[in-house]
């Protein structure tokens, strides 16, 4: 057997070829297949970026109309998932939600689990596509108690997400150009970002050929942690608790560069990224346009920014490369567009889901081997078993 080198967090080790997703951290640049990601979040809708993500080419107006088309016509789910919505308790985390969820459908579509071909990958694609939107709005629907229903067919597939999630009762939807355009944006921002931790893990799951509902379902657990996509909730629960507190931002610097104190400031520094994030560039222009627009004046927003003024000349953060994360901005936007903070996370879902998809499809179509990593051991030498009654 060869030398096996350890890398924790898998630092320096690259686990695949790919040809999705360009990202150089010390340039601050991400491509979408040779697309800067300033050109797309301003041209693009997040259905062409999809497209784009998943078969490599951005599509005809042909293809893009039947890929749409094909995803609308799967944009139901069976009623007995109600039921399965309905058992979860009002205060159930939205990802532990969403993830069962998506596990669940694996039981309501059992074709879609085994793929042998381009076109058995192709149905589950759009399956999937059309049926997290709706499950997404369920989660949070079922959060505040409103009737659990369908959305339009008739609109974009970024509007339509928006009319099922907020819809009332009655009827009554008033659709906002500057919301949608927002969110598009945020969802192309989150697309894709090469191999971080909710990616290989769905890259890893599907592996061993288990389905793709049941690889997205292991991708959105992953997701859910805090030094990940769950950084969107925290911070946004890092900003109340600092103006609970009477809004003390260098209390909180000083607590986040103590080495004794576990605390970190959310949404700050990133793995990859050690100049700056370029989603976070674009996304901290759309957070002024929409609170601007929506006339929305918030005291959290005044700490963020107090927050980042303080970091960006903080000898520690400076040292450090650390500088504000994608994270950082998308809960203002999230909550300016009144989504409750603990559905953040499920937003990046459904913005990480074309990535998981085209991720989980070059996985599949490169015919790459089961994900098994090997150990270095450092447990007990052999030894000889003990009966109960002597030890
Ligand atoms: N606040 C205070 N100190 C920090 C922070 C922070 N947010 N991030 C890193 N550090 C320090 C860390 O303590 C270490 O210091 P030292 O060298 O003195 O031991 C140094 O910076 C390097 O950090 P690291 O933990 O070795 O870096 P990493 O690449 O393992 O972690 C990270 C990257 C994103 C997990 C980390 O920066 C972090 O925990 N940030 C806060 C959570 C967050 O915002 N996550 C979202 C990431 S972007 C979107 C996504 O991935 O979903």
Redesign the pocket.
């Given at each position: 057997e060869g030398v096996i080198t350890i890398d924790p967090?898998f630092k320096n080790t690259g686990s695949c070829e790919s040809s999705i997703t360009f990202l150089d951290g010390e340039k601050g640049i991400l491509r979408y297949r040779g697309y800067s990601i300033e050109e797309l979040a301003e041209k693009a809708d997040f259905l062409e970026v999809a497209y784009l993500l998943i078969f490599g080419e951005l599509p005809t107006k042909e293809q893009n109309d039947k890929f749409h088309n094909d995803i609308k016509a799967q944009a139901v789910v069976d009623e007995d998932v109600k039921k399965i919505v309905d058992a979860f308790p009002k205060t159930a985390h939205p990802m532990g939600v969403i993830s069962s969820l998506t596990s669940a459908l694996t039981a309501f579509n059992p074709t879609s689990v085994n793929v042998n071909s381009e076109a058995d990958m192709y149905r589950a694609i759009v399956k999937i596509m059309g049926k997290f939107p709706v499950l997404v709005a369920w989660t949070y629907r079922k959060k505040l108690g409103l009737p659990l229903d369908y959305g339009d067919d008739s609109l974009g597939y970024v509007e339509n997400i928006l009319k099922m999630m907020f819809r009332q009762p009655n009827g009554n939807y008033i659709q906002n150009r500057i919301l949608v355009d927002a969110l598009d944006k945020l969802l192309i921002l989150h697309a894709d970002h090469e191999q971080?931790c909710s990616t290989s893990t769905v890259r890893i799951v599907g592996s061993s050929h288990a389905g793709l509902f049941a690889s997205l379902s292991a991708g959105i657990s992953a997701l859910w942690g805090?030094?990940?996509?769950g950084?969107n909730q925290?911070v946004l629960e890092m900003l109340e608790a600092i103006k609970e507190d009477g809004g003390d931002t260098k209390k909180y610097m000083t607590k986040?560069?103590d080495?004794e104190d576990p605390f970190?400031?959310?949404?700050?520094?990133?793995?990859v990224y050690k100049n700056f994030d370029p989603r976070a560039k674009i996304i901290k222009k759309a957070a002024d346009e929409v609170l601007g627009n929506l006339g929305i004046e918030d005291p959290i927003l005044d700490i963020a920014k107090g927050l980042e003024k303080e970091a960006l000349e903080d000898p520690y953060f400076v040292d450090?490369k650390?500088y504000p994360?994608?994270?950082f901005y998308s809960g203002i936007i999230y909550r300016g567009m009144g989504i409750p903070t603990d559905m953040f996370t499920v937003m990046f879902a459904l913005g990480r889901l074309p990535g998981w998809i085209a991720q989980w499809r070059e996985m599949r179509l490169n015919k790459e081997p089961i994900g098994r990593p090997r150990q270095v051991y450092t447990g007990a030498k052999l030894r000889s078993f003990v009966p109960l009654e002597n030890r």
């Amino acid at each position: 057997e060869g030398v096996i080198t350890i890398d924790p967090g898998f630092k320096n080790t690259g686990s695949c070829e790919s040809s999705i997703t360009f990202l150089d951290g010390e340039k601050g640049i991400l491509r979408y297949r040779g697309y800067s990601i300033e050109e797309l979040a301003e041209k693009a809708d997040f259905l062409e970026v999809a497209y784009l993500l998943i078969f490599g080419e951005l599509p005809t107006k042909e293809q893009n109309d039947k890929f749409h088309n094909d995803i609308k016509a799967q944009a139901v789910v069976d009623e007995d998932v109600k039921k399965i919505v309905d058992a979860f308790p009002k205060t159930a985390h939205p990802m532990g939600v969403i993830s069962s969820l998506t596990s669940a459908l694996t039981a309501f579509n059992p074709t879609s689990v085994n793929v042998n071909s381009e076109a058995d990958m192709y149905r589950a694609i759009v399956k999937i596509m059309g049926k997290f939107p709706v499950l997404v709005a369920w989660t949070y629907r079922k959060k505040l108690g409103l009737p659990l229903d369908y959305g339009d067919d008739s609109l974009g597939y970024v509007e339509n997400i928006l009319k099922m999630m907020f819809r009332q009762p009655n009827g009554n939807y008033i659709q906002n150009r500057i919301l949608v355009d927002a969110l598009d944006k945020l969802l192309i921002l989150h697309a894709d970002h090469e191999q971080n931790c909710s990616t290989s893990t769905v890259r890893i799951v599907g592996s061993s050929h288990a389905g793709l509902f049941a690889s997205l379902s292991a991708g959105i657990s992953a997701l859910w942690g805090p030094l990940h996509g769950g950084a969107n909730q925290a911070v946004l629960e890092m900003l109340e608790a600092i103006k609970e507190d009477g809004g003390d931002t260098k209390k909180y610097m000083t607590k986040a560069k103590d080495k004794e104190d576990p605390f970190r400031l959310m949404g700050f520094g990133h793995r990859v990224y050690k100049n700056f994030d370029p989603r976070a560039k674009i996304i901290k222009k759309a957070a002024d346009e929409v609170l601007g627009n929506l006339g929305i004046e918030d005291p959290i927003l005044d700490i963020a920014k107090g927050l980042e003024k303080e970091a960006l000349e903080d000898p520690y953060f400076v040292d450090r490369k650390l500088y504000p994360n994608v994270d950082f901005y998308s809960g203002i936007i999230y909550r300016g567009m009144g989504i409750p903070t603990d559905m953040f996370t499920v937003m990046f879902a459904l913005g990480r889901l074309p990535g998981w998809i085209a991720q989980w499809r070059e996985m599949r179509l490169n015919k790459e081997p089961i994900g098994r990593p090997r150990q270095v051991y450092t447990g007990a030498k052999l030894r000889s078993f003990v009966p109960l009654e002597n030890r």
